[in-house]
Nanobody, 123 residues
Framework: QVQLVESGGGVVQAGGSLRLSCATS????????TGWFRQAPGKEREFVAG????????YYADSVKGRFTVSRDVAKNTEYLQMHSLKPEDTAEYYC????????????????WGQGTQVTVSV
């Protein structure tokens, strides 16, 4: 089992940057492929980015490709989502998740979830 805790959300102006963190406890992060998802009010939770268990491979939703970067520090058991050039449409609750096969983009494929951190991008 792994526990996930997100942090780093906040309010930022359009064009700005934020870095989200996902701290893990329980089993070491290197056991798991992980992903980031987001959910805006009234919308379904959607995939944002994913990273392999060894941190060597990443993949992204088209909507964030080139602006967001996922990485991890295995020694700190922490994963990061660096977000640049933020847009108002990036406003959402952001979640990290673990335990799926690499390349997974569906919510149902991830058994472990954090509680989320809110990101609000103002115009």
């Amino acid at each position: 089992q792994v526990q996930l805790v997100e942090s780093g959300g906040g309010v930022v102006q359009a064009g700005g940057s934020l870095r989200l963190s996902c701290a893990t406890s329980g089993r070491t992060l290197s056991w798991y492929n992980t992903g980031w998802f987001r959910q805006a009010p009234g919308k379904e939770r959607e995939f944002v980015a994913g990273i392999s268990s060894n941190g060597g491979r990443t993949y992204y939703a088209d909507s964030v490709k080139g602006r967001f970067t996922v990485s991890r520090d295995v020694a700190k058991n922490t994963e990061y989502l660096q977000m640049h050039s933020l847009k108002p449409e990036d406003t959402a609750e952001y979640y990290c998740a673990a335990g799926a096969n690499f390349g997974a983009t569906n919510v149902a494929e991830y058994p472990y979830w954090g509680q989320g951190t809110q990101v609000t991008v103002s115009v």
